[in-house]
């Protein structure tokens, strides 16, 4: 890992193209020499879960709703918002920038475990996004660790002999049929799944693979779009055109319009596959670049409004349009996920834990802001 560091402080002293993507596989590569310093604070939360603590999650709005209602996720984790928790309970904590931890929160006597920037004198365990260290978007890097230790948590409460319910992903058949069975969190423990225990380390690694697998591939199957996509962008602003970037997602759309990529790029909710919710109306024209980080359906009305209006269109989905193949100004990101977004598969548990997709989706949309910036 060090010479991978290395290697992309050359790269940036040379002022050579750095790919976002190897930054962020590289701030992945950073966080697995944390792991094992989750073993003895999740094994304290699992005690605290087990016993029948509420667990909760608070401080960056985009990192709460990451963890929270998510494919792949704890049933049981709520947005803390501005409540004061039990001693009892749990609360996983990314302080928003200049924020710190709120002193109510500290003097609760819950548990809380702090990712991103480490503050002094709080005695709380905290682990590092690595920011700084990959140069990387901080509000993007705090779910890499945030996801690691879930992984840990949930290995540490199997060795009591508990495993927690997880969301499956609304996108898959039984996603909301699971919210009904296990009421969305009240019940949440599982009695009709026998887990085996695992070894600490076993899942936060596993994750980490998985993560930096899919980010290796994109580099390198999907570089040559990339850099098309950046050069339509870099086209479209020298001609006075529109740059939009629709997004949806639990990082998202805070990690596009929040960012230096709202900066560049107009930023909306487009929540493509799900008819219940409401699309921009928006008008185009021809030279138009539209971007659409998604999810897993690919953005049918957005190309059926943009494409006769004569913008472009990225758009990043598991799933491709096949009215659009041939399309000469469409152009589709494949991020390397599966349906289920969740990327580690848990012995004896009936579905994948621990979700991909905004890391990877937010590696992606940071690359293609880079290279319209270039």
């Known amino acids: 890992m060090g010479l991978l560091i290395g290697l992309l402080s050359v790269v940036a002293a040379a002022g050579l193209p750095e790919s976002y993507l190897v930054r962020v596989e590289g701030t992945v590569g950073l966080c697995r020499h944390d ?13 605290r879960l087990a016993a029948g603590g509420a667990f909760w999650a ?41 924020a710190g931890v709120p002193g109510p929160l500290v003097e609760s006597g819950a548990l809380v475990v702090l990712f991103g920037s480490c503050p002094s004198g709080i005695g709380a365990p905290c682990f590092s ?23 840990e948590l949930v290995a540490a409460l199997t060795r009591l002999g508990k495993m927690p319910v997880m969301y499956e992903s609304i996108g898959a058949y039984g996603g909301y049929a699971r919210m009904r069975q296990y009421d969305n969190g009240k019940i949440a423990f599982h009695d009709d799944r026998d887990v085996p225990a695992v070894e600490a ?8 693979d998985r993560v930096g697998a899919m980010l290796k591939r994109i580099e390198k199957e999907e570089r040559a779009d990339l850099d098309r996509a950046g050069a339509w962008a870099r086209e479209a602003k020298a001609a006075g055109n529109a740059l939009v970037m629709y997004s949806m997602g639990h990082l998202f759309p805070d990690e596009v319009g929040k960012t230096a990529i709202g900066r560049l790029f107009r930023s909306a909710v487009w929540n493509a596959g ?13 030279g138009d ?5 998604g999810y897993q359906h690919p953005p049918d009305v957005l190309l059926r409004r943009a494409r006769p209006a004569g913008a472009r269109v990225v758009y990043v ?28 598969e848990l012995d004896g548990y009936d579905i994948p834990i621990l979700a991909a997709s905004g890391i990877v989706n937010g590696a992606i949309a940071w690359e293609i802001y880079r290279l319209a910036s270039q």
């Open 35 to 47: 792991v094992a310093a989750m073993k003895a604070p999740a094994e304290q939360a699992a005690a």
């Open 58 to 98: 608070g401080g960056q709005r985009s990192w709460v709703s990451e963890l929270s209602g998510r494919a792949g996720g704890f049933m049981m984790i709520k947005g803390l918002g501005d409540q004061t928790p039990a001693p009892e309970d749990v609360v996983l904590f990314a302080p928003d920038a200049g």
């Open 129 to 151: 996004n690595h920011a700084e260290e990959g140069d990387v978007s901080p509000t993007l890097a705090n779910a890499i660790p945030a996801w690691v230790f879930t992984g």
């Open 201 to 208: 380390g076993v899942l936060g690694n596993r994750f980490l």
């Open 274 to 286: 799900f008819p219940h919710h409401a699309k921009p109306n928006d008008a185009y024209t021809p």
């Open 289 to 293: 670049l539209v971007v659409c980080i």
């Open 317 to 344: 989905t598991v799933r491709s349009d096949r009215d659009y193949v041939r399309d000469e100004d469409v152009m589709w990101i494949d991020p390397m996920w599966d349906w289920p977004d969740a990327c580690v």
